[in-house]
C-alpha cells in the first residue's frame, strides 16, 4: 500500500491530499518497465559472452568433432595420394613402358580445376579454409583415379592386342626340327645350287624327306597356296597381321586353302622339292612390312639359349642354298 502524500495549502490554510495524476503513474510504469527490459537485455548479452547455454555447449562439442573427423579425413586422403601416387608410377614406369605406350605426363595426371571458382558456396565461414581445402583435395584425387582408371583401360587394350600380337608373329621353325639338323643353309649371301653364283639367300632352307608336315609358325590367314609365282613351286603365304607374313616354299603338297585362318602349329602342307630347288625343303621367308628380313629371329618360342647360339652357327654357315 503507497502512503498518502499531503501538502499544506497557505492559502485555504489547511492540508491537502497530493494527488498523482493517473498519466504520471502510466509514464513512470513505462519507464520502468522500459529499463527493466533494458536491464535484462544486457544482462543476458553480457552473461551470453561468458556463460554457454547447453544448446552453445552442443554445437560447440559438435564442431569440434566435426574439425576432428575433417582432419581425419584430410589424413585419410594423405593415404589415398600416396598409394595412387605409388599406382601412377608403376603405370608411367611400368605398365606403359611393357606396352609401349607413353607415360601420362605429370601436369595431366595432376590436372585441376581452372575457370569458376566451384568453392564459393563454402567460403565466409569459420571453417570455410579447412572445408575448401578438404574439397579441393578429394576432386583433385577424384580426378587423378578417372585419369588412372583410362590408363588401366588403355592397357587392357594393349594387352589384349599384344596377347594377340604374340599369337601372330612367328615363333617356331616351319618343321619338327628339334636337333636343329634340317638347317642347311641361312639367310645371306650363298652359292647358288644351279648357277654357283654367290647370290643373296633371302630366307632359310629346312632340308626334310619329302612329305615332312610344314606347320604355320605363327596365327594368320592364308592369302596365298598356289604355285604361280617363279621359283618357289608350291608355296604357302600366311598374312598374321601387325605387318608379318610368311612363305613356305617347294612344297609337295597344300593341306590349307586361301582364305583360311590358321593357329600356330596347324599343319599347312607337305615338303616337297616343287619349283627351283635343289632336293626336298621348305624355304622359309618372313616378310616385316613388305621386306624380307631374316627369320633367325623368330624361333624364339621353341628354343632354348643354346639351341638359339647353335642356330646361329648353322644358319650363318656361307655354305650352298637349295634355293
Ligand atoms: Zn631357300
Same mark, same amino acid.
Given at each position: 500500500m503507497s502512503k498518502v502524500k499531503y501538502y499544506y495549502d497557505s492559502e485555504t490554510l489547511s492540508y491537502k491530499r497530493i494527488e498523482r495524476k493517473k498519466r504520471t503513474t502510466f509514464k513512470y510504469a513505462a519507464m520502468f518497465l522500459l529499463a527493466s527490459a533494458l536491464f535484462a537485455f544486457l544482462f543476458v548479452f553480457i552473461a551470453g559472452q561468458y556463460v554457454e547455454s547447453p544448446k552453445e555447449k552442443a554445437l560447440k562439442r559438435e564442431l569440434q568433432n566435426m574439425q576432428l573427423q575433417f582432419n581425419i579425413l584430410n589424413k585419410k586422403m594423405d593415404e589415398a595420394e600416396a598409394v595412387l601416387a605409388d599406382v601412377a608410377d608403376r603405370d608411367n614406369n611400368l605398365y606403359r613402358v611393357y606396352f609401349e605406350a607413353n607415360p601420362i605426363p605429370e601436369e595431366q595426371r595432376k590436372a585441376g580445376f581452372g %575457370?569458376? @571458382?566451384?568453392y564459393k558456396d563454402l567460403e %565466409?565461414?569459420? @571453417?570455410s579454409k579447412l572445408i575448401i581445402q578438404s574439397s579441393k583435395r578429394l576432386d583433385i584425387l577424384q580426378k587423378e583415379i578417372v585419369v588412372q582408371s583410362k590408363s588401366l583401360d588403355d592397357i587392357a587394350k594393349l594387352a589384349a592386342e599384344k596377347e594377340k600380337l604374340l599369337a601372330a608373329i612367328p615363333a617356331i621353325q616351319p618343321v619338327s626340327n628339334k636337333e636343329l639338323s634340317r638347317i642347311s643353309s641361312g639367310y645371306g649371301v650363298r652359292t647358288d645350287p644351279f648357277t654357283k653364283a654367290k647370290k643373296m639367300h633371302l630366307g632359310m632352307d629346312f632340308a626334310a624327306p619329302r612329305g615332312t608336315p610344314i606347320y604355320a609358325t605363327g596365327d594368320g590367314v592364308v592369302i596365298r597356296a598356289d604355285s604361280r609365282s617363279s621359283g618357289y613351286g608350291k608355296h604357302i603365304r600366311i598374312d598374321h597381321g601387325f605387318g608379318y607374313e610368311t612363305l613356305y616354299g617347294h612344297m609337295y603338297k597344300f593341306s590349307v586353302r586361301r582364305n583360311q585362318r590358321v593357329k600356330r602349329g596347324d599343319l599347312i602342307g607337305f615338303v616337297g622339292s616343287s619349283g627351283r630347288s635343289d632336293g626336298p625343303h621348305v624355304h622359309y621367308e618372313v616378310f616385316k612390312d613388305g621386306r624380307r628380313i631374316n627369320p633367325i629371329n623368330f624361333y624364339y618360342g621353341s628354343l632354348t639359349a643354346e639351341e638359339y647360339n647353335k642356330m646361329i652357327q648353322q644358319a650363318s654357315l656361307e655354305n650352298q642354298s637349295l634355293d
Open positions: %575457370g569458376v @571458382n566451384r %565466409g565461414f569459420d @571453417n
